[in-house]
């Protein structure tokens, strides 16, 4: 999929803008506040119905406006051109693929698989496993479009297992249990292929960056799986009881990076960190066009606050080879380095919300 243009409305201090994007990489450059990170916030909105910087959607649409609007017309890897878009106020969300309307988020999710990093990126492996499990589940989501039904139907199970749970009425419970047990297996055992394939990819790519000898990457269940999942459930219910919901299931999932037996967050340098996590958005992607031939597209907000000069300039590298479409802003043009070896790039000036293309 590629964006061929795209329109934001009400988005920070983007009023009304059009733009027609490059295929390969865009540089979106202007001083602080001039808007561009609401450039990236524009994008990430279309492919995920949600900000990656407010939890409230509210604090994103312009003040003086009480909805925001991104549309855009993209390409699809077979040709056939698609038209997305999307409106959100702070209470309802509109999706709309070619003109059709939709309420579903996993439409415009498989329209527009992106991966974005920006300044806090880096909590992928240094925060809570909530960050962890929505990377992994991505992955899944866009590698095997099975998975998603699976997934709900375990969301389901919880819900009702916990509702139960809450109201202290049990008898009932074993329905659930075993809705829980097939289901979440189901969920756990596609994490565990997903991670299996996603491991020498993202090793590859680490190369690029930094040397480490000893990595791995181990999938943790939610549950001790050197026992049964519905022995766990049935051996729990008391504790589960106590507090009203479902202790163990892959919704407690989670994985972790060893680097030489350490985990990565507690032993590699905050910059190597950063090279971790962007390997492992990088790999997602590259999975993606390696298995199923789709191109995505990468967003990087505040590029020189992410990386110094010569991995600024790996990293280009690596993106301009391979096939996505980017989208990449920093405070000076200079912060892009020696952009010669680019070919087909577009450079952007933001500056007060306008986007020109210089
Ligand atoms: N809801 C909003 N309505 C209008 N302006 C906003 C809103 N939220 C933020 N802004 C302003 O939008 C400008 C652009 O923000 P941002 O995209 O983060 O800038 P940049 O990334 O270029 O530093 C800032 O000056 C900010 O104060
Ligand atoms: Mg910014």
Redesign the pocket.
């Known amino acids: 999929m590629t964006l061929l243009k795209l329109d934001i409305y009400a988005i920070?201090?983007i009023l009304k803008e059009s733009f027609i994007p490059s295929q390969t990489i865009n540089f979106f450059y202007?001083?602080?506040?001039?808007?561009?990170?609401?450039i990236i916030?524009a994008i990430f909105i279309l492919g995920r119905a949600k900000s990656f910087r407010s939890t409230s959607i509210k604090?994103?649409?312009?003040?003086s406006e009480k909805q925001l609007v991104v549309c855009a017309q993209t390409q699809q890897p077979n040709g056939i051109l698609m038209h997305l878009g999307v409106q959100l106020d702070s209470k309802n969300i509109c999706c709309h693929v070619n003109h059709q309307a939709t309420q579903k988020r996993s439409d415009l999710a498989y329209a527009l698989p992106l991966q974005i990093i920006h300044p806090k990126s880096f909590e992928l492996l240094d925060a809570g496993s909530q960050l962890r499990r929505e990377y992994l589940d991505w992955g899944v989501f866009n590698d095997d479009e099975c998975f998603l039904a699976n997934w709900r139907h375990f969301k389901r199970a919880l819900l009702q297992r916990n509702a139960l749970l809450k109201s202290k009425s049990i008898t009932h419970i074993d329905v659930w249990n075993k809705e829980l047990v097939y289901y979440g297996t189901i969920v756990n055992h596609y994490r565990e292929l997903y991670l299996q394939k996603l491991k020498p990819v993202f090793l590859d790519i680490l190369a690029h960056f930094i040397e480490i000898d000893e990595i791995e990457l181990k999938l943790l269940s939610g549950w001790d799986i050197s026992k049964d999942f519905g022995t766990i459930l049935v051996e729990n219910i008391d504790y589960d009881l106590r507090y009203g919901f479902t202790h163990n299931g892959p919704h407690r999932g989670d994985f972790q990076l060893w680097v030489n037996n350490r985990l990565a967050k507690d032993f590699v340098s905050r910059g190597q960190l950063k090279l971790l996590v962007i390997s492992l958005k990088l790999a997602q992607m590259q999975l993606l066009k390696n298995t199923r031939n789709i191109i995505g597209c990468f967003l990087i907000?505040d590029f020189s606050a992410e990386l110094d000069v010569v991995n600024r300039a790996k990293l280009l590298n690596y993106l301009s080879k391979m096939d996505c479409q980017v989208f990449i802003?920093a405070t000076e043009q200079s912060d892009f380095g020696d952009l010669k070896q680019i070919i087909n790039y577009k450079m952007f000036h933001?500056e007060h919300?306008n986007i020109k293309q210089v």
């Not at 202007?30 to 609401?38: L, Q, T, V």
């Not at 604090?59 to 003040?63: E, G, K, L």
Request: aromatic share 0%; glycine share 20%.
């Open positions: 920070r201090n202007g001083e602080n506040g001039s808007g561009k990170s609401a916030e604090s994103v649409i312009n003040i907000d802003t933001v919300g």
